[in-house]
């Protein structure tokens, strides 16, 4: 059964992530995008790790995907106005992508050798993840912290109005 | 009292210090008096330590200087009968040109600068003299080299005298590059350059030793160089360019004594190498006859007395290749005295004729420069070698020296004498007697005190300098050969002893006597008698006249052998080797980085999707080759 | 739950972590309007989010999931610069199409 899930929730991400790239409207794209994250989120939730999952959700589809589509609808980006590439260049990328993909599955392969070692239900858990988090993870944490703040700034100095 | 002998140089270089660093702040009357009362303290230091020099030598070290490996030198100085008579003679005669200078040089404004250099010179005079080794020797060498070349090219705003500078300054180097060979065979051979190691182990040498050779012979050509003689002489002629004082310190009784000083010090070494001793003969005598035959036809003064230097160093190098080397040194002393004289009379002529120094506009100046007049007419008769003033006795000790060794010397000598005698005396005749030929706007005046008082102290030394030296022949005791006998007794032993008896030597120096009072009245007859002037500067003259007034044509035959080639050459060096070559590999380097630059610049588009497709077959290359 | 684990070999997220991964790849290289390309680089740090869990839940270590949490946090505000970065190109271009960035041409 499981594995039916996990083939579903795959094909789902996969046609989905395709449409992103093959959209002709923003809009759309972004849509698509989504769907990308829910069908990811569902693996998520195969492999236990709940709190992941939520977050993905909340993050991802919530904020982040929120915020492009305010920008494309301040930049009015709802037709397709964007020239396509040359067909050659198109032909390039789509090479150089599957060779990216080739090495990547040949690189990944046989990791599965390594033992797996026993199960606990805890592992993705929140209690567990907070534990991990602020005993091994505590200076990263607050490092982020500080990566917010830099980025709110910049996010603000760049978005203003030279005043004229 | 010894130890302060050491600070007999460091007087005068203090007073260089001060004049080189106050020089636009101190009055010329504070300057003057400064530099003399330095020369003056030295003198008096060197003078207690003549007094008290016992006949050994003391060395006196005053500092470590190179120890490394087993090369090690150290500053030390060297007290002995040959060093203390120099000190005398660079202190004592320093101190009368420099207080001549006070009044020659009042009126030019480069006053302090004058008498800086000139105390720096003196400087490093001591520290040649006065040095045990041959390295710091050598630092004098260079350092008075150097001192010779500013003072000669002192009035700097005239390109002649810039160029006669010049000259002097690299035909010394020439002769450098000979001491320097010589000094480093000394270190090959003896492991030192020091006195008392070099000539102790000498002794025990065979005489004719090809390294000894090589070593005096390379040394004589610092010599050549340094006391300018054939080839090495023409840039004495041309350095009278600087200041009178200069020429009559530098120039006559100093710097050019450097190579006889030298070689009498390495006695020991040239007494072994009876080639190089044949060598310093020879050079000797044919440069005084040659530079006496020059000197009867020049019309300036003091071309006339810069020819006569070299004819006279000529002597001096004659005595010592005959082994006479304290007559020589006795000659040093003598020729210091008169030479001086007759360089600071003749200044003392041009003074009073505000610059004229042609002779042919000079004549009858005897009633209107009469202190001038009389001591210059001393200092003549001591050149001439006429007793009994001092050039008679130290010339005459080198002729009979050169008799008992080499027939033929002697005769050219003899030769010599006669046309020093004749044209010392035309000089004479020509300046002092007759009517006065130049322009009559110029009022000839005596000079002040301050020139005349050192003008008359030097003529007393010329007149009754003579008397140390008075051989045995003649009565006397001979007490300078007395006192330089402890340097000069290792050399002399190896020589071969000569054979002249008394009788001789009267015979000699009776010839001597009547052939240059025979010269005297050959000039009294032209110049007095018939009025004889020399001709004008357009006048033709006949072709041997031509010939030695023209110098032979040595300073155009140095021009087409050396110096054009040498011109020719570097131009050559120039345009093809450095122009060509060298800038040409910088360029290529240049051009190389900019043909890899502009293909490297295509990888730089601008395009960001080339960036991107760039990125990624990188990554996936990356990892393909990790997975290899 | 042990069992489920055993049945999809990891082979098998590998895969699917490449396939979205060169997606987005492609994404990047395939097109030229900006925002299209800036989704296409969250597809691609969401691939690797869903590998890191996977060898997370795999290996019963908790450290790749809160390396994926620290991932989520960058890819945020790299997107909020990111954005702002591209509002400003706008304004002074008037159009999100990459090729017109190319003033750096050496």
Redesign the interface.
């Known amino acids: 059964m499981t594995v039916y899930l996990f083939m579903i929730l795959g094909v789902f991400a996969v046609l989905s992530a395709l449409m992103v790239v093959f959209a002709k409207n923003p809009v759309h794209s972004i849509l698509y995008l989504v769907l990308t994250f829910f069908a990811i989120a569902g693996e998520y939730i195969l492999l236990n790790a709940q709190f992941l999952a939520i977050v993905n959700i909340i993050v991802y589809a919530g904020a982040i995907m929120v915020l492009f589509l305010f920008v494309v609808m301040l930049l009015n980006l709802n037709e397709e106005t964007e020239p396509h590439k040359s067909t050659l260049k198109k032909l390039i990328a789509v090479v150089a992508a599957g060779l990216l993909m080739v090495v990547l599955v040949g690189s990944l392969k046989g990791a599965d050798n390594m033992s797996i070692q026993p199960f606990s239900h805890n592992t993705g858990l929140i209690e567990n993840l907070g534990t991990v988090l602020f005993h091994d993870f505590l200076l990263p944490f607050e490092v982020s912290a500080i990566l917010f703040l830099a980025a709110m700034v910049g996010a603000v100095m760049l978005g203003k109005k030279d005043i004229k | 009292m010894m130890q302060f002998a050491a600070l007999i140089p460091f007087f005068p270089l203090a007073g260089f210090i001060i004049l080189g660093l106050l020089n636009k702040k101190l009055p010329k009357s504070a300057a003057g008096i400064l530099a003399c009362t330095t020369l003056l303290i030295s003198f008096i230091i060197s003078l207690a330590v003549f007094m008290s020099i016992s006949g050994q030598s003391q060395e006196i070290q005053l500092a470590p200087w190179i120890d490394m490996g087993g090369f090690s030198a150290s500053f030390t100085f060297l007290l002995d009968p040959l060093s203390s008579i120099f000190l005398m003679i660079i202190t004592g005669v320093g101190f009368l040109i420099h207080v001549y200078s006070v009044g020659y040089m009042h009126d030019d404004e480069k006053h302090n600068i004058f008498f800086a250099y000139l105390n720096l010179f003196v400087f490093f005079m001591l520290v040649l003299v006065m040095a045990s080794s041959y390295l710091l020797m050598f630092v004098g060498w260079e350092g008075v080299g150097l001192c010779s070349y500013l003072l000669i090219g002192f009035w700097f705003k005239n390109k002649s005298y810039n160029d006669a500078a010049k000259k002097a300054f690299i035909m010394n180097r020439i002769g450098d590059l000979g001491f320097l060979l010589g000094i480093i065979l000394l270190f090959i051979t003896f492991g030192s350059s020091d006195y008392h190691t070099i000539f102790p182990k000498a002794q025990g040498l065979m005489s004719g030793n090809t390294m000894i050779t090589a070593i005096t012979l390379l040394l004589f050509v610092g010599a050549m160089g340094k006391s300018a003689q054939i080839p090495l002489y023409t840039w004495l002629p041309d350095a009278m360019a600087g200041p009178t004082p200069v020429s009559a310190l530098i120039h006559a009784a100093t710097m050019v004594t450097a190579g006889i000083y030298m070689v009498a010090r390495s006695g020991i070494l040239y007494a072994l190498s009876p080639v190089s001793m044949y060598v310093v003969a020879l050079i000797g005598v044919v440069t005084a006859v040659f530079a006496a035959t020059i000197a009867l036809t020049q019309n300036d003064i003091k071309k006339v007395l810069a020819y006569s230097t070299v004819s006279q160093l000529g002597y001096m190098f004659l005595g010592l290749g005959v082994g006479a080397f304290s007559a020589s040194v006795f000659h040093v002393m003598t020729h210091a005295f008169f030479k001086a004289l007759l360089f600071l009379g003749a200044g003392s002529v041009i003074h009073g004729l505000s610059g004229e120094q042609d002779i042919r506009n000079m004549g009858g100046l005897r009633k209107k420069l009469p202190i001038t007049f009389i001591t210059f007419l001393l200092a003549t008769l001591a050149i001439s070698g006429i007793p009994p003033f001092s050039g008679f006795f130290s010339k005459d000790e080198i002729l009979i020296h050169a008799f008992a060794s080499n027939k033929l010397f002697w005769a050219l000598g003899m030769i010599g004498s006669m046309m020093t005698a004749f044209y010392m005396f035309r000089l004479l005749f020509l300046v002092f007697f007759g009517t006065y030929r130049g322009d009559d706007k110029i009022h000839a005046h005596e000079s002040p005190a301050v020139m005349t008082i050192p003008l008359i102290i030097l003529a007393i030394l010329s007149t009754i300098g003579g008397f140390v030296g008075v051989p045995e022949s003649l009565g006397g005791t001979s007490q300078i050969n007395k006192f330089l006998d402890p340097v000069f007794q290792s050399a002399t032993k190896i020589l071969p002893a000569e054979g002249a008896s008394s009788i001789s030597e009267m015979t000699l120096m009776s010839i001597t006597i009547a052939v240059v009072l025979g010269s005297i009245l050959l000039a009294w007859y032209f110049y007095i008698s018939r009025k004889k002037v020399p001709l004008a500067e357009e006048a033709k003259l006949s072709p041997i006249h031509n010939l030695l007034y023209r110098k032979y044509y040595v300073d155009e035959i140095y021009n087409a052998l050396i110096t054009k080639p040498l011109d020719k050459i570097s131009d050559f060096l120039d345009s093809i080797v450095e122009s060509k070559f060298i800038d040409g590999i910088v360029n290529a380097t240049g051009k190389v980085t900019e043909g890899v630059s502009g293909l490297m610049?295509f990888?730089?588009?601008?395009?960001?999707?080339f960036y991107?497709?760039a990125m990624?077959?990188s990554?996936?290359c990356i990892?393909?080759f990790?997975?290899m | 739950m042990t069992t489920h684990l055993t049945t999809i070999p990891l082979d098998w997220y590998i895969l699917l972590s490449s396939i979205l991964f060169s997606t987005g790849v492609m994404g990047v290289l395939f097109r030229r309007n900006a925002i299209i390309i800036f989704m296409s680089i969250e597809l691609m740090l969401n691939a690797v989010n869903l590998l890191l869990v996977a060898f997370s839940a795999y290996h019963n270590d908790a450290a790749g999931q809160v390396f994926v949490f620290f991932t989520m946090a960058v890819a945020a505000a790299e997107i909020a610069v990111g954005l702002a970065i591209l509002i400003v190109v706008y304004r002074n271009t008037k159009s999100t199409d990459i090729d017109v960035l190319n003033r750096l041409k050496g």
Do not use: E, P
Request: no cysteine; hydrophobic share 60%; proline share 0%.
């Open positions: 610049k990888v730089q588009t601008g395009n960001v999707d991107l497709l990624v077959i990554v996936a990892i393909f990790k997975l």
